[in-house]
Each structure stands twice: as C-alpha cells, then as structure tokens.
C-alpha cells in the first residue's frame, strides 16, 4: 500500500496545475496531463535504466526540448505535435512496464525524439512579446524538476520491496493514458 | 451507563440538536435531512456498541481518514462540474427558498463544515475518547449518504449533468466502498496495533537523501509555480515552511519516525482548525485580499483548486501516511508545524501592515485574520512533543 503513496506524489502536480498557465514558460510544462505524465516518466524510466542512463537519458530529452522549443517559438510547421505528444504517453509509459534494460543511447535517442515535440508544443504556444529566453528557460527548468522528480521517486521505488513492480504497475498506468490521449485525438 | 459516556452522549444529542436547526434554517431541507439521518443512525449504532473497548478505535482510523481526503477529492470533481449551481437548478425545493447556493455557501455548508466536523472526530477518534465511536460513525455514513447522492444527482441526471468523465462517480463508488468497510472495522476491529519504532526497519540515510532530493525538487516547482499565479509574498510564507520543515525533519523525525499515538491526534486537529481557517478565506475572498497587494491577480477558480481542495487532500493523506510512518507524512507533519506557527501569523502581522503601507489604510481586517492562529495551538505542541521525543531517544542511544 505505502508504495501507491510515491505513484500519487509522483503525480500530484498533474491536478494541482492543469489549469491554465498565464504565458509562463515555467508553468507551461504543468499545464497538461500528457507533459507531466511524459516528464515524470523519463525520470522513472532513466532510474529504472540505472548507471549512466539517470542523468544522460533525461539530459537528452531536454537538449532536443530546446531545439524544439526554437522551431516552435519560429512557428516554422512540424506535423502530427499532438499525436507525437499522446504517442511519447504511450511508449513512455510502456517502457517502464516492460522494463528491458537497453542501452543508454537508444533510450536517449527515443526520449530525445519525444522531447523535441513536446519543446515544439511549449515554443508554438508562446504569447506574443515574451521574451523568448525567459520563457525558453522556464519550461526547460520545470521540466528538469519533473525529470528529477520522476528519477527520484523511481529509485526510492526500487528501493522498497515490490516497488520495481509497483513501477511497472505505474508505467503501465501511464501506457493506458496514453492510449487514452491517443484514442481522443484519433475519434 | 458510566458518567462520562452519559455526558458524551448528552454533549453529542445537544449538539446535533442544535446544528440540525441551524442546518434548516439557514440552508433549507436538503442538507437538513441528511444531516438528522445521519447522525440518528450513528447515535444508534454508537448506542449499540458502546461497550466495545476504547483502543480498539484505532483500527479504523486509517479508512476514516482517507475517507476524508476522498470526500475532498469528490468534492473537487463536483466543484469542476458545477455541482453546486447544479443541484441549486434541479433541486429547488429542498434548499432554503431565496437562499444563492453559490459557490462559497456550497463550499461552506456542504463541504468546510462536514469535512471539518470529520476532521474533529477524527482527533477524536485518534485519542480513544467516548465520542470517537460516535464520530467514526458519522463520518462513515455521511460519507455513504455523499456517495449515494451522487449516483442519483449524476446518474439521474446523464444528459444534463456536466461529467468529467464520470470521475465522481468513480470516487463515490471507492468512499461509499471504503466508508462501508470502515464501519465493520469499527463494530469489528481486529485489534491491529502500530508496531514500536525499535520493531521497525528504520530508513536508510540514502533513502532520507533521496526523499529529501525529490522534496527540494517539489518544493523548488511549486514555489515557482505559485510565484507566477500569486506573487512572492505567499511563496515566501509557503516554501520558506517547506525547506524549514524539511531542516526540522531531516534533524528529527527522518531517521526515527514520530510516534503515530502522540502526534497523529495532534497533526488531525491541526488539519481541523485549518480547514475552519480555510473556509474563512474563502469566504472572505484570500487570494483577492493578497492581489491587491501584490499586484498579481489570483483568480477564485484558482485558490479553490488550490488551497480549498487539493492541498487539504495532500495534507488529510499526510496524516494517513504518519499514522503508517512514512516519510511523507513526517515531512508534511514538519511543514505543518512550521508553516503553522510562522506562517500563519502573517494573516495578522503581515498582511494587514503590508496593506496600510501600499494602500495607506489604516491596521484593518485581512481575510483569515480570526482563524488563523487557533491552528498554531496543537503545532507547537507538536513541536514540543517531537523534540522532547528526540531527546529523549538520543539520550537512550548515547
């Protein structure tokens, strides 16, 4: 039972903040069910990768947010955003149910991929005169805060007895909200 | 009868009585019937079982008080689905005629007040006194009457009533489980005891690390989250509490947990007195009173997720988690103490000051003013307690 405790703490900003984010770019990454649960669990999954993975997987994610926050920020097209974003749930969350360890480098270039289009969703979303490194670094930072969240609470997890599948009980959680968001884009 | 169940009988009939009439009076049939029902049926069942021994209580007590936070997080669904406005429209006839069920009269009387009565009974029922039974009853069926209510209101109503995909359906069906199996742990407890601390595996310094890494990363987001909505003036109070509880707890209770029988009775009247505090700042509007002297508006909708609904959830779970001694519920408790008794007192030393500066009035009410030191009371003798406890067990170990 104490386990779920971690899952809801892991997930308890997802309620708090979905509602609205007021033009910051440190609330953006917090204003949708779909970034926090794909946030969250790059950390999870970085953490159940273990060795170089927990910091270089999460690293990755964010280099490419970058990239992809400029391509939006110059509203220059990239197709399919959402569906990318519903589908980086999805596998996300299925990665850390199946639990395969696979080489760091796989998993960074996957998350990396995944982190460009959630970095295009935050930059196209950008208001009008706002200053774009401000806004650039604001959800970069509060992305890097759910990434250690989603590492941290992953590696307490597996601390606990069960608690590696506890995880992946939580993973596939994630995976069937993916499926969800999917499914809602789709019909 | 013994003379001091008698008196709590008396003391409880007076007082059902009594809210009973106010109920009617000032919110009409609805609130008033299910009230009397209520707290009829927990009279009888308190009357029937007021033999059972008084430490046994205890067995129930984690289902009460996650009872609690799912009534709140039922509470937040209806809250997004314009509960209130909605039973206002559809069910006219059984609230008081004239009376606006808005949402802070909604808020106030059918959610602050049932969830701070539950809060109440369950320092009650905590600290093993007469009137813990009756109260484990009561919250056990309010909260079932709650989950009936809401099949017939959302269920009854499936074309008109604005689900959020039926999520309060889905708490209805867990609290009306959990209150269900509640009540037969409480006539039926099974004696389950907290275990000492020295039976216990205590935690690791790399768990307490680890904890205390994802609790500086929660800290560090919420406190830029609430900047941005709210200004700096409530982050300082809030995420200045965090890290210092957080020091409190890592020098006290993260090696060697807080005793569950001392500090959990204190840590739920904390909560009680608190949600009264939270319903005077929704009443008088908070988060209005604190933009215009930050200059950052705060919107209604905004502190109600906020600071009505989903924190108390937080902080309710907490208690539950201190009762089973984690380290969740032993930061929150450390959170609570700190924000408590400095925090708090802002609503009187702060604020208002901070307003006669900026808008050159005079010292004047501030929203939260006359509630919010009561809760200060049971923190500091939380703090006394642990501290005391502390000593005491490095003095065992030296």
């Known amino acids: 039972m104490r386990k779920f405790l971690f899952i809801g703490f892991l997930f308890f900003p997802a309620t708090l903040w979905a509602h609205g984010f007021g033009g910051s770019g440190f609330l953006h990454p917090l204003t949708g069910i779909d970034h926090i649960i794909a946030m969250v669990a790059v950390g ?7 060795g170089k993975a927990i910091y270089r997987v999460p690293a990755s994610f964010l280099a490419m947010m970058c990239l992809g926050g400029v391509v939006g920020i110059q509203k220059i097209p990239v197709a399919y955003t959402e569906l990318s974003i519903a589908l980086s749930v999805l596998l996300l969350g299925l990665a850390i149910a199946i639990n395969k360890k696979i080489a760091w480098l ?82 | ?15 059902v009585i009594s809210v009973a009439l106010l109920l009617f009076n000032i919110a009409g049939l609805w609130p008033f019937i299910e009230f009397v029902f209520v707290s009829l049926l927990s009279i ?8 059972k021994p008084l430490p046994e209580q205890n067995a129930a007590l984690p289902f009460y008080i996650l009872s609690i936070a799912l009534f709140i997080i039922l509470n937040a669904i209806r809250f997004a689905s314009g509960y209130a406005s909605f039973i206002q429209s559809n069910y006219p006839g059984f609230f008081k005629q004239g009376m606006a069920l808005d949402y802070t009269a909604w808020f106030i009387i059918l959610v602050c007040f049932p969830a701070s009565v539950m809060l109440f009974g369950a320092y009650s029922l905590a600290k093993r006194t007469t009137a813990g039974f009756f109260f484990g009853c009561w919250a056990f069926f309010y909260n079932i009457a709650e989950s009936l209510l809401q099949f017939k209101v959302e269920l009854g109503s499936i074309s008109t009533y604005k ?43 790399r768990k307490v690390n680890l904890w205390s890494a994802l609790f500086v990363t929660l800290v560090i987001i919420y406190g830029v989250t609430l900047c941005t909505q709210a200004g700096i003036l409530p982050v300082g109070v809030i995420a200045g509490s965090m890290m210092g509880g957080m020091i409190g707890w890592r ?65 309710v779970f ?17 959170f609570m103490i700190v924000g408590m008794i400095l925090g708090e007192p802002t609503h009187v030393l702060v604020f208002p000051v901070v307003r006669m500066f900026k808008q050159g009035v005079g010292y004047e ?5 006359y509630t919010a030191l009561f809760p200060m009371v049971p923190a500091i003798i939380a703090l006394v307690v642990i501290i005391k406890d502390h000593k005491a067990q490095k003095a065992h170990h030296a």
């Open chain 2, 251 to 315: 020098k006290t209770t993260a090696m060697a947990p807080a005793d569950p029988y001392k500090l959990v009775p204190l840590y739920l009247l904390l909560q009680a007195l608190f949600y009264v505090h939270v319903g005077e700042e929704t009443i008088t509007h908070f988060n209005r009173g604190i933009a215009a002297i930050t200059g950052h508006s705060w919107s209604d909708k905004e502190f109600n997720y906020f600071i009505a609904f989903l924190g108390p959830v937080i902080w």
């Open chain 1, 106 to 187: 796989i998993a960074a270039v996957a998350v990396g991929l995944f982190g460009f289009y959630h970095g295009y969703s935050h930059g196209a979303e950008i208001p009008n005169q706002h200053k774009v490194a401000e806004y650039i670094v604001g959800f970069l930072l509060t992305t890097l805060g759910l990434h250690i969240a989603g590492a941290v609470a992953g590696l307490l997890l597996l601390e606990e007895k069960n608690g590696e599948a506890i995880l992946r009980i939580a993973g596939g959680l994630g995976a069937a909200t993916g499926v969800f968001l999917f499914l809602k884009l789709l019909i």
């Open chain 1, 44 to 50: 999870a999954w970085s953490a159940q990768l273990g």
């Open chain 2, 365 to 369: 009410y501030f929203s939260g003013m």
């Open chain 2, 1 to 15: 009868m013994e003379h001091s169940r008698l008196s709590s009988l008396l003391w409880v009939v007076a007082a």
């Open chain 2, 318 to 334: 907490a208690a539950w988690s201190l009762w089973k001694r984690q380290a969740f519920g032993n930061f929150i408790l450390w």
């Open chain 2, 163 to 205: 689900h959020e995909y039926f999520l309060a359906v889905f708490a209805a069906m867990v609290l009306f489980l959990l209150s269900a199996y509640g009540i037969m742990r409480l006539i039926k407890p099974n004696g389950e005891m907290i275990a000492a601390n020295t039976e216990l595996a205590l935690p690791t310094k």
């Open chain 2, 44 to 51: 009888i069942c308190w009357l029937k079982y007021f033999h």
